[in-house]
């Protein structure tokens, strides 16, 4: 099979996450990256190029306009670009990549207003090309066999949804007062009208919805801003899904002693199941009446669907980088089966819809914080 | 030292709690259970005296009214009395046996309306008697510990609070189509304005209160009716602490594949403290940027406040009993300090306060749900 | 129902056991503390018997051989008497009050060696008497639901058992160069010819003996001495089960930073099943290439005969003294069946043939540590 | 900074630990993969070196003789060769690159003999060479804090060692009469003398000595064969350390419901460490008469040589492809670090000695169980 091309944009500042998106598009060999735009600095761009086996150096390009329109041009140019630089910046790269026809992986949230989002995704309906997004959490292998207990019946009807997601990455920085290259996600400039909202709530929204199904309808939320900063640090909300289903929701970036404590408990007549980002390949499955158990991702009694998303024989750990490279697995499939006219099963991947949502979603939360926690419709405008 | 004397109204129908209030009375020697009007079928009264070692027969009661009357009139009456009946009866109950001067230790909720509840403060107050609430999960040694930390700094100044307490029996019930002892908490007429919210919702009101000593000023609540009942069976609630400390509750009793998982977060600006019903012995201290603790009941390194409080070496569970050991352990200490003119010390237990603040928090919740959801201040009538 | 009487030995030093046992034996309102012996100090001795509920004074002894004497003689005698004073003074005491018709539960281990502790089966046959031994670990609701479930077949065939027992008391006095009650069970004279083994190894066979109901054959076993102590404060042991099943056990007293960290895994063929006194009401059970489960205690689903141990609903722990509360509970149903010609159903207590299993396994251990760590045959003398 | 060039032996059959080498020693961009011999069957051979960027095809060798002569006359010919191949294959491959002048990374254990092991031994010396060792479970970040908190005496002077790795495919296989490419573990040709102790026994052996730094000298093993099979499934090992520490490892093929269980814990006078591959960036920490913690791998507060292990921010899981990163991240700034006339740091990797410290334990575990279960030092031949 031949692999897909593709390219970065961003990446090169010694962030982690650009690293994360290399290991995971290139995890499961379906594809190379062979072009970048990492960094202004031209110097740094080529280290990081070379350090990532980029052989022809004269696809490392300066500028992203220049990148696009270089490897629009090219037989071999790039199949698709990963976007990976901050959130202000993603509408007008990913508009240029989709006007030149190249396909988009872009971190979320993908833009700054619901308008942009809008935009990019009617550019891609007309371009006929694939936009994926990486909510990494809702990709671990566990939460798909979630996906497909809960489809299968095996909650019953789902009666209520608990998600968190406390960390304390802010009051480390407040305490140590430092400056670090997180912090254009607290200006409200690049990182648009809400913190914690877009940066952590939107991985909780997306995780609900892609476990369950379920459409979000109105919310009702309450932000804190820590220490009168002009973005919230912490988001309290109350949900309201389709057919009357509660839901309660908090993320935090001022819960001191919490790292990365994602956890969403899905409650149904029948049965409930849980997931923690501490331990990433095991679900909590409690049937009414009966003894909990514990499933975990890669045995041989989960669904075949989940099972695609497993590398490694039980009692291996995978991690965070994995369900970066089950997101880039089902995105790089799509395409290839699009190419070459094949299919790509049952993986799925969060696309331009799942990013819209989470801009519906922290608009929503934001006007209701605005008006005095209030009930706000998601879809309304 | 001379034992307490104490009477139970109630507890003789196999109700699971009365053996608990008699076995956590009883259990550090503080007091001797002598009289009793454990259910109106005279004849199981008398078993249930029996089984529980109350020698004078004459002191099994047809009629709690005349068991008030007869203990106060002898020499060697009950000094205080325990009330383990039905929410609709405590009002009467402790009225009358107030009003005949007899202490009071009465199960949560004290009564159905705040109205009632004021009422009874006032004649506990004028009569000079002690009026003790069992909220349990408030109680247990770990708690104090908590108290203990908080109140020494250990977490800096607190931010934000998560508390939680999921338990099934209703979906159990519904499914089952049981009609157990705990029906009368489903009946409005038994069980008051609220089901879940008084049941269960006070139970984490109390136990914030008494692990931060702080004070709460607003709710915003959010019932849920399962299946169109018309009590709640799940709420969901935004608080608002004194100094706008933010605030999190979520009590279900639909929460299917739980049982009692009472959990509660307390977060400060130098660490947080987080304590779970499942290991009721423990906290978990994670002060900022350092490893995360696991701080035991019953070790030398505890404070003193929470010592007093274990019973048995390092290693050997202590559970449900030993919480409301506690309980009584603070109240009988403070009859005998005040009968002995000598000092209860560090112990402390819930009194009626602690019933009328779970009374108005159920108040404003009620009415936050029934306004729409809005803020309600928790001290206006 | 007529409850039992009772007296007891020890237990007046402030021992945490005695008031252990005490609470026990009267948890569920099978039996009543009538006399006692509970200490040589008169003053003492009556202080424990008033706080204990004794209200015959003249049924407090200085001596257990009067104690014996009396309450034999006496038409409302004791129907049996708990023994919890230092091993060295077990065999004594319980042939006392064999001889004189009563029957007797003794704290484990039974006496200091083999020849003893087969007189005293002898005794109790031929008075036919009932013996109880207090292994608590073995006596959790939990085990007995592990051993239906092994009964059942749903592990299959045993091939390997792990136990261990790590606590640090010994670590902590010795760095702390303390004194206190404990000590004795590091003198040769008062404790036997093992520490450890005895007082802890000891817990862990009859643990496995009673959750597989296997019979142990053989050990290899390897003491370690602690800073040249006269006694052994880790063992470490092979296992050799009938039907050649292997299996490991390790009880230590020098395992800094554990407490009582009993655990114990049964792996069969079909299944394994791991319980963990720090979550002394669950069992780990994992079915072949089937998710775990966590089985609670006191759920619906388990056997009837580990629902009897029950007290609580699901959710609220037992702990340590509910433990103990079986085996009396057990003890006394079976001396009422006998009283009333009546069954006493499926309950099941440790008796003096667990003790004397305990006895040879220590003895066996000793000599195969003597003699250089080699197989050593257990019912050998 | 210049890459290093990789080849790899072994790998193309679909067998997850050639992908898993492969990722490990990429992971850090400190090497790449250049050429090899994947498997036999040169078509697949071309498939995978494709599939893992391999861009010269003129490098895929359809013999690793061809492979190691073709490579050691190009001038930019490997610098590395990492040998996947089963065990009985591992001594000539590693000799003929090693005779080559070539570096060889190798799956443990490094041969069948410890004859052939001390001939690679002294074959590496000779030529200079470096010979690393893939043990996996000794290289996660966590076991390096470990070993920094031994060092500098937090848990003092070691007085106990716990190891054990339960696992449970051979039940799973035996059950399934699956005949996977696990089968060639079976098969003592191809295996060695040993299964269980060869294949997992070694890992906790190499575990135990790169966190403690303790030199083991005697064993006493007894092993189980499952259903009469001619190799271990099951060893319980009694270990003596340098200065008469005991310590007590066990490792199974056979235990049902387990998947990659390995734990250790290492008691000290003053605390002790136990590490899971359950949870493998956390250690827990018991201070003694201190509060358990525990430490996270990737924390501020870690020792910088295990800092220097770590990829991701707090709270972000790394798992098994990382642990196997980090051995090659060692091994490669070694040999960069020769290249360059540079340092390597603190980076420390398993090497031939910790590869011949495994065979001399498989051979004195084989030879004391051959011998009736006695104990056998481990430096005699």
Same mark, same amino acid.
């Given at each position: +099979? &031949?692999?897909?091309?593709?390219?970065?944009?961003? /990446?090169?500042?010694?962030?982690?996450?650009?690293?994360?998106?290399?290991?995971?598009?290139? +995890?499961?060999?379906?594809?190379?990256?062979?072009?970048?735009?990492?960094?202004?600095?031209?110097?740094?761009?080529?280290?990081?190029?070379?350090?990532?086996?980029?052989?022809?150096?004269?696809?490392?390009?300066?500028?992203?306009?220049?990148?696009?329109?270089? &490897?629009?041009?090219?037989?071999? /140019?790039?199949?698709?670009?990963?976007?990976?630089?901050?959130?202000?910046? $993603?509408?007008?790269?990913?508009?240029?990549?989709?006007?030149?026809?190249?396909?988009?992986?872009?971190?979320?949230?993908?833009?700054? @207003?619901?308008?942009? /989002?809008?935009?990019?995704?009617?550019?891609?309906?007309?371009?006929?090309?694939?936009?994926?997004?990486?909510?990494?959490?809702?990709?671990?292998?566990?939460?798909?066999?979630?996906?497909? +207990?809960?489809?299968?019946?095996?909650?019953?009807?789902?009666?209520?949804?608990?998600?968190?997601?406390?960390?304390?990455?802010?009051?480390?920085?407040?305490?140590?007062?430092?400056?670090?290259?997180?912090?254009?996600?607290?200006?409200?400039?690049?990182?648009?009208?809400?913190?914690?909202?877009?940066?952590?709530?939107? $991985?909780?929204?997306?995780?609900?919805?892609?476990?369950?199904?379920? $459409?979000? !309808?109105?919310?009702?939320?309450?932000?804190?801003?820590?220490?009168?900063?002009?973005?919230?640090?912490?988001?309290?909300?109350?949900?309201?899904?389709?057919?009357?289903?509660?839901?309660?929701?908090?993320?935090?970036?001022?819960?001191?002693?919490?790292?990365?404590?994602?956890?969403?408990?899905?409650?149904?007549?029948? /049965?409930?199941? !849980?997931?923690?980002? @501490?331990?990433?390949?095991?679900?909590?499955?409690?049937?009414?009446?009966?003894?909990?158990?514990?499933?975990?991702?890669?045995?041989?009694?989960?669904?075949?669907?989940?099972?695609?998303?497993?590398?490694?024989?039980?009692?291996?750990?995978?991690?965070?980088?994995?369900?970066?490279?089950?997101?880039?697995?089902?995105?790089?499939?799509?395409?290839?089966?699009?190419?070459?006219?094949?299919?790509?099963? @049952?993986?799925?991947?969060?696309?331009?819809?799942?990013?819209?949502?989470?801009?519906?979603?922290?608009?929503?939360?934001?006007?209701?914080? &605005?008006?005095?926690?209030?009930?706000?419709?998601?879809?309304?405008?």
């Amino acid at each position: +099979m &031949e692999k897909l091309r593709f390219g970065m944009v961003g /990446g090169g500042n010694g962030a982690f996450i650009g690293n994360v998106h290399r290991r995971g598009a290139t +995890m499961d060999n379906l594809a190379r990256l062979v072009a970048g735009c990492f960094t202004r600095n031209m110097e740094k761009n080529r280290e990081t190029a070379k350090a990532w086996d980029v052989d022809d150096l004269s696809r490392v390009y300066a500028d992203f306009r220049e990148m696009a329109d270089a &490897e629009s041009k090219r037989p071999d /140019g790039i199949d698709f670009v990963s976007i990976v630089t901050p959130t202000d910046t $993603h509408y007008e790269i990913a508009k240029c990549f989709l006007e030149h026809g190249i396909n988009v992986v872009c971190d979320k949230p993908i833009c700054l @207003t619901l308008a942009e /989002g809008e935009q990019l995704k009617q550019l891609a309906q007309q371009k006929g090309l694939e936009f994926g997004v990486t909510y990494t959490y809702a990709s671990y292998a566990a939460i798909r066999q979630a996906r497909e +207990m809960i489809d299968a019946g095996e909650i019953g009807e789902i009666i209520n949804i608990i998600a968190e997601y406390p960390q304390d990455w802010l009051i480390v920085s407040t305490v140590a007062q430092k400056s670090d290259q997180s912090v254009w996600r607290l200006d409200p400039k690049r990182a648009g009208s809400t913190a914690c909202c877009s940066d952590i709530g939107t $991985h909780l929204e997306a995780l609900i919805s892609r476990m369950t199904g379920l $459409h979000l !309808e109105q919310v009702l939320a309450r932000f804190t801003h820590y220490k009168g900063s002009p973005l919230d640090h912490d988001i309290q909300v109350l949900l309201q899904y389709e057919g009357n289903i509660p839901g309660m929701l908090w993320a935090s970036q001022i819960a001191t002693g919490t790292d990365c404590g994602v956890k969403i408990r899905v409650y149904g007549d029948k /049965g409930s199941i !849980e997931w923690r980002h @501490t331990q990433p390949m095991e679900l909590i499955y409690a049937p009414l009446n009966r003894p909990v158990r514990t499933i975990t991702a890669n045995r041989e009694y989960n669904a075949p669907a989940c099972l695609e998303l497993c590398r490694l024989p039980a009692g291996h750990p995978e991690g965070f980088y994995e369900a970066f490279g089950n997101i880039y697995h089902s995105y790089c499939a799509h395409l290839i089966a699009k190419r070459d006219g094949t299919s790509a099963g @049952t993986l799925r991947h969060p696309t331009i819809d799942d990013g819209l949502a989470g801009l519906r979603f922290v608009d929503a939360c934001f006007r209701s914080n &605005e008006q005095g926690n209030i009930w706000v419709p998601v879809d309304e405008k």
